[in-house]
């Protein structure tokens, strides 16, 4: 849905209501009007979809008194969608303007990683299927994290402050981009994070590092394709399901990622060959799921980057497109 300019209220970023009505985004029936064939509009629903992200952000940290794991889960994911929309508008920003709300971005983000830690590290070891020895070294580990779970207080500050910078790059945002921004900067923008995404999926074959990189431009890349689906059409939206389909099996991989840092810090006390038995139980484990996503995604990435760009600018127009004359309302 196609939002209007969004505004800084005290608590957080409130975006308008809606420009065009549902039925309505492509402009006019059976025209070729569309936000993004309107630079002015174009660059206004970029706003508008960076500002719900960050409206997002800050609901999910009002929300922590009825779930803090899922409010942290929201929280993140909240900002992981700003950095997408950052990230389509990237080439419209002075570079010292990018860089310095993609930081702000990345640190509000990376302050609630402890604390996602903790909630999802203890449950994946315990789901793991592991031999009697490493299932012992796993409880020490995670008996031995428990007693250093950021309080309750502490994460929630950590969610308000982080929220409130995250709304403050609304007003970054907005009063560095030019007066209008044309597709060819936002497929660009697109452009950019599937060839990070393909690169790192293709780094990962030797690093695991890179695997998480991967996951995390194609969640961005997913991201983006969802919200041009939304002002285009059934094509984005083929495209989009294409690039999500491809980073599903990612997550398991990156949660044992995750683990394994989690086991390292919290290893304190248990003996050096335990948790070398442990990591290599995960490591086990991690390759085979690295190893299944890699392959089931390399449909997805198969196309160089500006082949890329070009198919999507195509389903952009095929979604534009004014509807074919109906051929049974021709007089021969």
């Known amino acids: 849905m196609v939002r209007g300019m969004a505004t800084t209220i005290e608590h957080g970023v409130k975006a308008e209501p809606p420009q065009f009505a549902e039925h309505d985004k492509l402009g006019p029936l059976g025209g070729k009007q569309s936000v993004l064939d309107n630079e002015l509009e174009l660059r206004r629903a970029m706003v508008s979809e960076f500002a719900s992200a960050a409206e997002a952000a800050r609901g999910a940290a009002g929300a922590a008194d009825r779930g803090l794991s899922s409010a942290v889960h929201d929280y993140r994911k909240a900002l992981r969608r700003a950095r997408a929309v950052l990230a389509m508008v990237a080439h419209a920003l002075p570079k010292s303007e990018r860089r310095a709300v993609r930081r702000a971005l990345r640190e509000a983000r990376r302050a609630l990683g402890p604390s996602r830690d903790h909630s999802v590290a203890p449950d994946t070891l315990s789901r793991l299927g592991l031999g009697e020895s490493d299932r012992a070294t796993a409880d020490a580990v995670i008996t031995s994290a428990a007693e250093a779970t950021p309080p309750l207080a502490e994460v929630k500050q950590l969610l308000a402050e982080g929220a409130a910078r995250t709304a403050a790059q609304v007003e970054a945002l907005e009063a560095a981009l030019p007066a209008s921004i044309a597709w060819e900067v936002v497929s660009r923008g697109v452009r ?127 979604d534009l497109a004014p509807p074919a004359p109906d051929d049974d309302h021709h007089v021969a």
């Not at 139980?281 to 799921?289: C, F, K, R, T």
């Open 192 to 318: 950019d994070v599937y060839d990070d995404a393909r690169r790192a999926r293709k780094s990962a074959k030797r690093s695991k590092r890179a695997f998480h990189t991967w996951r995390r431009r194609s969640k961005e890349l997913t991201y983006q394709l969802r919200v041009l689906a939304g002002y285009a059409g059934p094509s984005v939206s083929q495209l989009q399901r294409e690039i999500e389909g491809a980073t599903d099996p990612q997550g398991p991989g990156v949660d044992l990622i995750m683990v394994r840092d989690f086991v390292r810090t919290y290893s304190q006390g248990a003996p050096g060959d335990a948790i070398d038995s442990l990591l290599g139980s995960i490591d086990g484990e991690l390759d085979l799921l690295a190893k299944d996503a890699r392959k089931v995604a390399k449909p997805a990435f198969r196309r160089k980057p500006r082949r890329f760009e070009r198919r999507l600018t195509k389903a952009v127009r095929r």
